[in-house]
């Protein structure tokens, strides 16, 4: 069992309100790497020294954020698109 | 206005050697495993350690070779960039000096150390030689465990813990410095804990 | 209750402890008191952060075990051992005290009746805590929706909630409970034993054509095992949501 230390992206939904400025766990995702979309609250999160958030289905990063002194440094590395509801109830 | 939790201390260690802690740490008796992504899994018969250098051809080992050069056991205190530190930790490994005995010319050489998985972290050359780092295959007496970085990790305890990188694979010498992973996500390019580098700009 | 899962801020709240319940000798709920909450959907958690008088400050997140009811936010935590949070919560926490918490956090591990069923909850340890909302959440809404909840736990005494489950099990149609112990079991028991495997999901859990909803909470081996086994047994992976409570660092 390799995969025994990673988190759901639903772990991150706070962090994730701190960047975006709403709920995105239910936002869906579109990996760079594969083009698996995903609900950012089923991704694979591994909280290290920084959060680092991968596609469930092909591993890849998409995202890191890294809490500092001023706030939330926040890297994107493969999300091609999110698609955020207009009427977030309905997602 | 921070509201302070009445009775609340948190699991720190309460008696803590003067002079032993950087800035801003805490001292625990666990050793936590913050790890950016799985566990990998190496059969000890693929495992190689390499050092690519442009100037010099590339020289390798593998487990039986490695394990068979000379080796030190050595007892530090480690400071994780997270907060946490640990006093008196016992690693036995290969010195960077043994691995890099015939590189003379170190002026502005920069070592960008790789790990299976895609780990990456840069040190300059005079920051993992002269006795300070060491690649590790054991920790407290025991094989190092694969959650702890083993077969094999890098160690070099004077900085935070993240240049000890886990499940090290091979490095390489260059004239320019390149940010590895976490340098690369925000966190500072050199790390040290007593002038408490954690971030870029730190 | 449409708008409870999506404050526009997500500020941090004075929340005062009123009651306290020793479900098991690790597990404690806790009942906050939270002027200012807006309401949370069942499977939502809390994050509480804690600071100490020198600035030190640690932040864990905790499920909130009950459906909303006004100001009020129950959360049910466990012991873990040299915990930064738990053991505060657990040992220290006192009826009057005052603890931030900011929430309600997390759409995505979120069930409520209009998302229809057949709902399947399975809870491992101190795993069932959201679980436990949503089933509240059903039993009070007297929603029609049928639901199968199986819980795993080390012994008889470290069952959570056992005494309420019972009584929702006799008392409401179409709600089933099964408990699984994988340590020890008392003499007269005539539940489950042994972890939850594929033999037991197999047997127990809605089967896959009724495409039920499935909630899995607990620790990441725990998750892992049972979502993986779920997938191989038939059921769809966007229908099983999963909550890992991953390591504690």
Known sequence: ?91 | MTFITRGFRGRREADVPEGRVPPGQYVTSDFPVLSAGPTPRIPIEQWRLTISDPLRSERSWNWTEFTGLPAETVTVDIHCVTKWSKLDTIWEGVSLDTLLDDVTDRANRHVLFHSYGGYTTNLPIEDVTGGKAWIAYSYDGRPLDPEHGGPARLLVPHLYFWKSAKWVNGMTLSDSDRPGFWESYGYHNYGDPWREQRYQGD | MAGAALPGRLNWLIAKASQTIDETDRVRTIVLDAPGWPGHLPGQHIDIRLTAEDGYQAQRSYSISAPADGEQVVITVELVDNGEISPFLIEDLRIGDQIEIRGPIGGYFVWDPSRGGPLQLIGGGSGVAPLMAMLRERVRTGSDVPVRYLSSARSFNDLIYRLELESISAETEEVEVLHTLTRIQPQNWTGLTGRVNRTVLAKHVWPAFTRPLCYVCGPTGFVETVASTLVALGHQPGRIKTERFGPTN
């Open chain 1, 1 to 91: 069992m390799d995969n025994l230390r990673h988190v759901d992206g639903n772990a991150l939904a706070g962090v994730f309100h701190d960047v975006f400025g709403r709920e995105m766990t239910r936002v869906c995702s579109c990996c760079a790497h594969c083009g698996a979309t995903n609900q950012l609250g089923a991704a694979w999160v591994y909280r290290a020294a920084g959060d680092v958030v991968r596609c469930p289905n092909c591993g890849t990063i998409v995202m890191v954020i890294v809490e500092n002194a001023a706030g939330l440094h926040v890297s994107f590395e493969a999300i091609r698109w999110l698609q955020i509801s207009a009427s977030p109830e309905v997602e």
